[in-house]
């Protein structure tokens, strides 16, 4: 069974720092691109960074570029989203999305739309108070 599992949400002040992890089971870790979207209230859930675990490859919506870091554990099956530098309008349930990286071959990472993931964790949830 595939499953993710993101966590490391919770309350922080304007500025401050969260890491978020998606610990990922059920598939081959190193044969899928891993993602991490976000939803605020009465928003679309939009992309914010993703990493290819085959190549290496990561990607960062401009939003992103600069305080965000997304990393990947092999040997964890864990990725992990680095956010410093918060702002409110980071406020958001995180959620991580998994792909086969064959999908991902020959693409740009930020042209992959929302309905091409396959598995979805459940989310968490990020408060950054002003």
């Known amino acids: 069974e595939v499953q993710l599992q993101a966590s490391g949400g919770g309350l922080v002040q304007n500025g401050g720092s969260l890491r978020l992890s998606c610990a990922a089971s059920?598939?081959?870790?190193?044969?899928?691109?891993i993602a991490w979207f976000r939803q605020a209230p009465g928003k679309e859930r939009e992309a914010v960074s993703c990493?290819?675990?085959?190549?290496?490859?990561?990607h960062y919506v401009d939003s992103a570029k600069g305080r965000f870091t997304i990393s990947s554990d092999n040997a964890k099956s864990t990725v992990y989203l680095q956010m410093n530098s918060l702002k409110p309008e980071d406020t958001a349930v995180y959620y991580c999305?998994?792909?086969?990286?064959?999908?991902?071959?020959?693409?740009?990472?930020?042209?992959?739309?929302?309905?091409?993931?396959?598995?979805w964790g459940q989310g968490t949830l990020v408060t950054v108070s002003s």
């Open positions: 990493i290819d675990n085959s190549d290496g490859r990561t």
């Open positions: 059920g598939f081959t870790f190193d044969e899928y691109g």
């Open positions: 999305a998994a792909i086969s990286a064959m999908f991902l071959v020959g693409r740009r990472l930020g042209t992959v739309g929302l309905n091409e993931w396959d598995y």
